[in-house]
């Protein structure tokens, strides 16, 4: 190799930080996609079933209710929600201040094994009703089985194949942002924007949960246990040879400041039969942040919510899901911009929620009529 | 100087970039110093080692998956069979277990597809998956 090798521009690390997250962003909101125009196609939106769960308990929406009526309703909505949010992030708070860090991982293999085996469960068995496909239930209980508990490892231990944690707490993400589309249509939108300004409070407020308890981990030097998703980090070797001296010099890890915080929140979900009602779950979102070894960690929440706003676009027309897309990954570059500015953690939710409604009803309202004319007069396909 | 650095002495200055850095290492220097396919990111060979046997342990309820897992995992101690050789019975055993499950699920679930009613007679249409669920209601959560 050439002594005078050209040292890695910061493009080669950065640039591989923000690919190593916004790819499994991607993924998620992909799948999700993907899932709502295979599974929904014969479902139309007014009709949609109404889920009975703690995000519809103040009001369920119908198709016949005028205007003022279902906003008020997603209103009272989403307000509900927050509020059940802001509860359960106390809560855990709480449990991560008395030390109870083996009820919190219980608790998260609990909750990834509700989503993985049930959700998870229900969602195969819509598509092997959709499809057809002759699969009888000894093997269906097995593969689940099997996909379950490896899943549940996955979230339980620390320690597990770094590739196996992402892709199952993605598979998480897309499971329950599937679910959440299933929501009424007004419900769903007023709640992102409400969630964008919870996290956006909770995170940089002084009294806000996510803040304390971030303080609360780095003060004690610990990691909070929840499901947040890291992306592997980069290092860099940098070597420059001085010509004169030939010296070489090593900048090993790119990121090695510990100060940086630690941002995570947890997805817990209850379920208590998936018959019933899903009568109760709690929430709490996720931040992005930077890991002890300067890697990025992004919430799980946060995939969540990115995903439901574009399965709800494509639940309209792909042309919004494109829009959104975009607006989604141009919030997300903008907030780890502010992030590498600011080192500490950030809400990553309100940026990009804020751009991805607003691209979506301008797309629904102005340019899709813009785009169908011009199709239609052959200008522009 | 630096490219010579990271081929042979990996320690200073890993590069968890490719998971094959094991890989090229062993060209070198013919046995790979991390047992998992993290890299330094990974386990070390003790932490390796319980992990891999209770994977091994947990693979025989049922979870041809996570011996699955176990090979993946301990991708490095299978590749090169001079490495590791305590993780490597682990590993190995996961391998053939997993090949043996599967191809035994495989088989019975494309006998079941395949054959269907002519096969199995009324009993199908009783195992199938679909019907099950529409019978017992799993679907009927919304």
């Known amino acids: 190799m050439a002594q005078n090798r050209r040292s890695k521009s910061i493009l080669d690390s950065v640039g591989e930080e923000i690919i190593r997250i916004i790819t499994p962003v991607s993924i998620c909101m992909f799948m999700v996609v993907l899932m709502v125009c295979v599974l929904n196609t014969d479902s139309s939106d007014s009709a949609s079933s109404s889920v009975p769960t703690i995000a519809t308990i103040a009001y369920t929406e119908t198709g016949s209710d005028s205007w003022w009526d279902k906003l008020k309703g997603a209103l009272l909505n989403s307000l509900v929600f927050v509020a059940v949010i802001t509860l359960a992030t106390f809560l855990i708070l709480l449990l991560f201040y008395f030390r109870c860090t083996r009820f919190l991982k219980f608790y998260m293999g609990f909750s990834a094994f509700i989503v993985l085996g049930f959700m998870g469960g229900e969602i195969l068995l819509f598509m092997l009703e959709d499809f057809r496909i002759p699969i009888d239930c000894i093997t269906f209980l097995v593969v689940l089985f099997n996909f379950t508990a490896v899943g549940v490892l996955a979230a339980f231990m620390s320690k597990m194949a770094i590739f196996v944690t992402q892709s199952y707490l993605v598979i998480i993400g897309v499971l329950v942002a599937y679910w959440f589309t299933l929501l009424p249509e007004w419900t769903t939108w007023m709640l992102l924007v409400a969630l964008a300004l919870y996290d956006l409070a909770a995170v940089l407020l002084p009294v806000g949960p996510l803040r304390l308890l971030v303080e609360l981990a780095i003060s004690r030097d610990e990691e909070i246990p929840a499901l947040v998703f890291e992306a592997r980090p980069v290092v860099v070797e940098d070597s420059v040879s001085n010509d004169n001296n030939n010296n070489t010099r090593f900048i090993s890890t790119e990121d090695t400041e510990l100060s940086a915080p630690l941002i995570d929140h947890r997805i817990t979900l209850q379920l208590n039969r998936p018959e019933d009602a899903l009568s109760s779950e709690s929430w709490s979102l996720e931040r992005i942040g930077l890991g002890s070894a300067g890697a990025i960690k992004l919430g799980l929440g946060d995939f969540i919510f990115y995903s439901v706003l574009v399965g709800r676009a494509a639940m309209y027309d792909l042309m919004t899901v494109y829009a959104c897309y975009l607006a989604i990954m141009a919030g997300l570059g903008i907030t780890l911009l502010l992030l590498a500015l600011y080192e500490k953690a950030l809400p990553a939710l309100p940026v990009s929620i804020a751009l991805g409604v607003l691209f979506y009803f301008l797309t629904r309202l102005v340019l899709e009529v813009f785009v169908v004319q011009c199709s239609l007069n052959l200008l522009m396909f | ?142």
């Open chain 2, 1 to 142: 100087m630096e490219a010579s650095q990271s081929e042979v002495n990996p320690n200073p200055n890993p590069n968890p970039n490719t998971n094959n850095n094991v890989n090229r290492n062993s060209i070198m220097s013919s046995a790979p110093l991390w047992p998992t396919i993290d890299g330094p990111l990974g386990l070390t060979e003790e932490e390796s080692l319980s992990y891999s046997r209770r994977f091994y342990k947990f693979g025989y309820a049922l979870l041809p998956w996570l011996w699955a897992v176990n090979c993946f995992y301990f991708w490095p101690a299978l590749r090169h069979p001079s490495s590791f050789p305590r993780i490597r019975r682990y590993v190995v055993g996961s391998a053939i277990g997993f090949t043996v499950f599967t191809a035994l699920l495989c088989s019975w679930a494309l006998t079941f597809a395949v054959g269907g009613e002519d096969l199995f007679g009324p009993v199908w249409e009783k195992l199938v998956m679909y019907n099950l669920a529409d019978r017992l209601g799993l679907t009927g959560w919304s």
